[in-house]
């Protein structure tokens, strides 16, 4: 949310719409980008001065089996749409971004994940079968048992393969609209990695947030968020708490602050000591309040916490944020999240959100997750310190690419071309290099993102 | 600190103010495209700028202001073979002798069809863009000849006052938007349109003029006279009560 760009935008709402627009770009010499709803941090879904094909209009669900909890949908249909309706059948999407409002071809693209990475795995692996619309106009059927090959290259193939016509997956039973949440305040970096082997077995969703700006002894202080799901037969009252008005988020904040326009007063804290001040009153208040117990919250209330503010972003000013995310593996994570925790506070630039997470390995080709950690570090962006930040940036990732740690399309701004080829090895690169050139030999698709990662232009 | 200028067009740029843009453009690191309609000497002049710099910065477009149709086309080509647009400068202009006694239909029509709406033409294109994007500069090189109509060359004073008229227009369009809108006076430059004119007051360099132009572009200024001191000329002339400006040989 730092990068922008023009672009020709054509909003399809029908696969024969999406034909005419490759057929137009063909015809006119331009490379085309695929767009959702541009939830992505970085240039993933931008695609300079050529088109951009956004696939929000093709929303339609078009099938949806409460008995077995498979759902078949357009790639433009949300994360929001979606929960809505299976919700109310005693189901929930199984992995979910910290946004309801991405859309459902995005999450393919960039093969998603949610803060139970580590039990459920990626988006991708709730993926039974999706079509997909290569440049060349032909139609390929794809799932475990048939063209497996695109399978697992498509999903997080960041829209540079074809364009996902329809998605059939399954959804995770629930018996309560509500979760079990227990609230963990962490006095350290060490804590919270402990904090979250112990639970690791036995929760359904874990993420810690740090308060970046605590140092010394406390570096990486913070608080933990357990989630599970809770049994059939518990909740006394499912039929109310799985409808979806028991889910909307509050309208206003504190029973004031109407929340729509919260951004703007959020602006005045969004510099070093406004964010000091809100990381320490949230630390000290999760302390306060930890008394061990747990209490309940709504799905979308655990998940979605990116949407409480809406339009946060804004209040970051002109320049904008960047997120910095890095996946670790389990037995380097300690040292690296800490080192990156320094390396920040060296260069003065604390970042303003800081979240941790668990991940699993999965079976996609350009995967981002393995049997490790991940930390997501907010830098608010100005035109002074862009440059020092991609300074820092690159240092960062010098650490983690030491680690065999590895990096995310749908966040990343930073990393080189060859922070990328590092991360992702020969082999993986090569495989999908050739499955480019088979699904898009003119090599059409494009976006910012893959001519800054892979020169493709 | 001002925005710097990245990625311009410069429109008439073969030779004099819009040559010497396009090279004080490239001299700060900007990627240019220079649109004339005399090829040998536009691919002299990007390949001159080209070498100099040491990359390949400049970007020959050959192009006649006159040809309408061909621009909205051209100008998304080469928006995308920028990679984006920051800035346009429109400096094509004509300005053919007249004799005192000439009222040639037709050197007017190619006065206005050049200067005014080859101008108008070339910023609809670029207002189109900037507006939705909330950014970007229109610098239009206007003249000191359009701030009265004088009587050596009506037509071309009278192209010049409304190509001072449209981006006034514009400006109070995009102004809002965070566009900003320039025009530039310029006083004499010594170029191909002043060659053989005598006794010329405060004549400066295609190069000096192009520079205070960039600086006037980046610093968002409304109107610039070039070189400065022809604001007051300018003034002046502006308020010279008709009966008296006609007695006299201005």
């Known amino acids: 949310m730092s990068t922008s760009a023009a672009g020709y935008v054509f909003r399809p709402s029908t696969l024969e719409g999406i034909r005419e627009v490759l057929t137009l770009a063909r015809r006119t010499n331009r490379s085309v980008g695929f767009r959702g709803a541009g939830r992505s941090y970085g240039d993933a879904a931008i695609n300079a001065e050529n088109i951009v094909l956004d696939l929000t209009r093709m929303n339609r669900i078009l099938d949806w089996n409460p008995k077995t909890g498979l759902v078949k949908v357009e790639p433009g249909v949300t994360i929001k749409q979606l929960w809505e309706s299976i919700l109310p059948d005693g189901w929930w999407p199984a992995v979910v971004p910290g946004t309801m409002f991405s859309t459902i071809g995005g999450c393919v693209s960039m093969n998603i994940h949610g803060k139970n990475n580590f039990t459920l795995g990626p988006f991708g692996d709730h993926i039974l079968e999706f079509e997909l619309l290569t440049p060349e106009g032909e139609i390929f059927r794809c799932s475990r048992d048939e063209n497996y090959d695109i399978f697992r290259s498509a999903i997080g193939g960041f829209g540079m393969l074809g364009c996902f016509t329809s998605i059939k997956l399954k959804s995770k039973r629930v018996w309560s609209g509500l979760l079990d949440v227990e609230a963990i305040n962490v006095p350290s970096l060490d804590a919270m990695f402990d904090c979250f082997k112990e639970r690791l077995e036995s929760a359904d969703y874990l993420v810690g947030w740090i308060d970046t700006f605590a140092g010394g002894k406390s570096l990486g202080r913070g608080v933990i968020h357990r989630a599970n799901y809770i049994d059939q037969g518990i909740d006394p009252n499912p039929a109310q708490t799985l409808r979806v008005e028991h889910q909307q988020l509050p309208d206003t904040i504190l029973g004031i602050l109407p929340k729509a326009i919260l951004w703007k007063f959020m602006k005045f804290f969004i510099n070093n000591p406004g964010m000091r001040l809100i990381n320490m009153i949230k630390f000290r208040a999760s302390r306060l309040l930890d008394r061990g117990g747990t209490f309940r919250q709504s799905h979308a209330a655990f998940a979605f916490l990116l949407d409480y503010v809406p339009n946060w972003e804004k209040s970051y000013g002109k320049g904008g944020l960047i997120q910095y995310q890095s996946f670790v593996p389990k037995d380097e994570a300690r040292e690296v999240f800490r080192k990156q925790l320094q390396l920040c506070k060296t260069y003065k630039y604390p970042p303003y959100l800081a979240v941790f997470k668990r991940h699993r390995p999965d079976e996609f080709l350009m995967s981002h997750a393995l049997d490790g950690y991940s930390l997501a570090l907010d830098f608010k962006i100005t035109k002074r310190n862009r440059e020092r930040i991609w300074k820092l940036a690159a240092e960062m990732n010098k650490i983690v690419l030491k680690a065999s740690g590895r990096f995310y399309f749908a966040k990343d701004s930073t990393l080189s071309s060859e922070d990328a080829r590092a991360f992702l090895g020969e082999k993986a690169l090569e495989e999908f290099a050739v499955m480019k050139r088979r699904l898009d030999p003119s090599g059409m698709l494009e976006t910012n993102l893959a001519r800054r990662l892979f020169g493709t232009s | ?250």
Request: net charge positive; charged share 25%.
């Open chain 2, 1 to 250: 600190m001002p925005d710097k200028i990245t990625k311009a067009i410069v429109v008439g740029a073969s030779s004099g103010i819009g040559a010497a843009i396009g090279e004080r453009l490239v001299t700060q690191g900007a990627q240019v495209a220079l649109l004339a309609r005399r090829e040998e000497e536009l691919y002299a002049l990007c390949n001159r700028i080209n070498e100099h710099r040491g990359e390949d910065l400049a970007l020959p477009v050959v192009h006649d202001v006159r040809e309408r149709k061909t621009i909205p086309g051209l100008f998304q080509d080469i928006t995308t073979r920028l990679g984006g647009l920051d800035a346009i400068f429109f400096t094509a202009g004509v300005m053919p002798h007249v004799e005192p006694d000439e009222y040639s239909t037709d050197k007017d029509a190619l006065m206005i069809e050049v200067n005014t709406i080859g101008a108008m033409a070339w910023f609809n294109e670029a207002s189109k863009r900037f507006e939705r994007l909330n950014k970007g500069r229109i610098v239009g090189i206007s003249s000191i000849a359009g701030d009265r109509g004088r009587r050596r060359n009506p037509a071309y004073s009278t192209s010049k006052a409304a190509m001072n008229t449209y981006l006034e227009s514009l400006r109070n369009r995009l102004g809002v938007k965070g566009v900003s809108v320039t025009t530039i006076k310029p006083g004499f430059v010594d170029t191909a349109m002043t060659k053989g004119m005598s006794g010329l007051l405060w004549m400066i360099s295609p190069e000096k003029a192009a520079g205070k132009i960039v600086r006037a572009a980046e610093k968002k200024k409304n109107t610039a006279y070039v070189p400065g001191q022809w604001r007051l000329v300018g003034t002046i002339i502006r308020s010279i009560p008709s009966f008296l400006f006609k007695r006299l040989n201005i």
